[in-house]
């Protein structure tokens, strides 16, 4: 397991931009896989975005092309870019890492969390 820091939530209107960024304490197998997933009030834990360690990345059918993930590899950081916000993407974000995953199994695979970073969009 590593640690994991969350910043760069926040509050904004609907059609907005936040970019959320998670460092972890070290690069190892369990880092292989690192991402975004988001809670928000009543609903299920799902899937945002992933980065692979060879690049790939994958998305939430509900991103549709406006959120986009990035890692530095010298920072140990991953970046969540997002923009066209809307108030259904208000939820607690949280970054997590493991030595494997999937967009579609929010439960599978990691074995780090982060503390969770609130992102509310208004309409």
């Known amino acids: 397991q590593v640690q994991l820091v969350e910043s760069g939530g926040g509050s904004v209107r609907a059609g907005g931009s936040l970019r959320l960024s998670c460092t972890a304490s070290s690069y190892a197998d369990d880092t292989y896989c690192m991402g975004w997933l988001r809670q928000g009030p009543g609903k299920e834990r799902e899937g945002v975005a992933l980065t692979f360690g060879t690049g790939r990345t994958n998305y939430g059918d509900f991103v549709n092309g406006r959120f986009s993930i990035s890692r530095d590899a010298a920072k140990r950081t991953v970046y969540l870019q997002m923009d066209s916000l809307k108030p259904e993407d208000t939820a607690m974000y949280y970054c997590?890492?493991?030595?494997?995953?999937?967009?579609?199994?929010?439960?599978?695979?990691?074995?780090?969390w982060g503390q969770g970073t609130q992102v509310t969009v208004s309409s």
């Open positions: 997590a890492a493991g030595p494997y995953c999937d967009i579609n199994r929010p439960g599978w695979g990691w074995n780090s």
